[in-house]
């Protein structure tokens, strides 16, 4: 069986990566003004984050349309695709799943009559990343639907994401604050760290300096036994380069990192690091 794999630029998953494994990425807009920037497709990440800290309007974000859905299902399904997993940003930060949902249920009775998978995240960036690039590489196999959908939800299930913001104004200029607008009454005093909890964002602890935050999610990390997998995604290369030495006391090994790309940016902001782990069984 030909399962193909359908996800959002959301996902944080490079193009070249996404093209060998095998995953069609559908991207999501960021909008500077009246200015229109299909996300890693017409804006990359060194230029947003450049545009973010200069531009004098804040950037918009706007969800794939429901034909962006459909044009990929349709081209995937004349390819031969005898089956079709399209895993999305977390329903609960974003309208991206319900339209992909639209789409599925708008296209032409012969293209419906191969199975169709449609998965929540409740995630974000590499949270949900990880499990999709492993369910490709399951797919490249020749694995089956149910088994990788199985395994798919099940790596989502053992995946945590701890991140940690420069500023909280990003998040709250967007609206995506969620369970940290607790911490807005310290919001320039304090790096907080954050993660995700029932497909919202949830503040974990508010250390004062961006070194301790590292710390102590290495910390949490170091309790966390034997991870099966570890990436880092950050905003630049500078605070990328601060997170794994305040890993290496609990994961010596290197860790493979990845860009955070412009519309998780325009609420995280940028000097934003995090890492997701996927824990074992």
């Keep these: 069986m ?10 944080d998953i ?4 996404a093209e060998a494994l095998g995953i069609t990425i559908v991207p999501l807009t960021v909008l500077f003004g009246e200015e229109a920037y299909l996300d890693g497709v017409d804006l990359d990440n060194p230029s947003f984050y450049a545009k973010l800290q200069t531009s004098k309007v804040s950037p918009r974000t706007s969800q794939p349309s429901p034909a962006a859905f459909q044009d990929v299902y349709l ?45 929540d995240s409740e995630s974000v960036s590499l949270a949900m990343g990880i499990a999709i690039m492993k369910a490709a590489e399951e797919a490249q196999k020749g694995l089956g639907l149910e088994e990788i959908k199985v395994n798919l939800l099940d790596r989502l299930s053992r995946t945590r ?22 911490l807005l009454g310290n919001m320039l005093s304090v790096k907080p760290i954050l993660s995700f909890k029932n497909g919202l964002i949830a503040p974990i602890e508010q250390p004062r300096t961006r070194s301790k935050a590292y710390a102590r999610i290495a910390q949490i990390i170091g309790e966390i ?40 940016g325009t609420y995280a902001g940028p000097g934003t690091a995090g890492v997701a782990v996927l824990a074992t069984r």
């Design 2 to 11: 030909a399962v193909r794999i359908v996800t959002d630029s959301t996902a």
């Design 14 to 17: 490079p193009r070249e990566k």
């Design 75 to 119: 081209r995937l399904f004349n390819e031969g695709a005898d089956a079709i997993i399209s895993v999305h940003i977390s329903a609960k930060l974003s309208g991206t799943f319900q339209s992909a949902c639209t789409a599925r249920d708008s296209l032409p009775d012969d293209a419906r009559k191969i199975p169709f998978e449609m998965v």
């Design 161 to 182: 994401l701890f991140f940690v913001l420069d500023t909280l104004e990003y998040l709250k200029r967007g609206g995506r604050i969620g369970g940290a607008k607790a």
């Design 225 to 264: 036994k034997n991870p099966e997998q570890m990436v880092i995604v950050e905003s630049d290369e500078e605070v990328g380069r601060q997170l794994p030495q305040a890993l290496k006391a609990v994961h010596p090994g290197n860790i493979p990192t990845y860009r955070l790309g412009a519309v998780v």
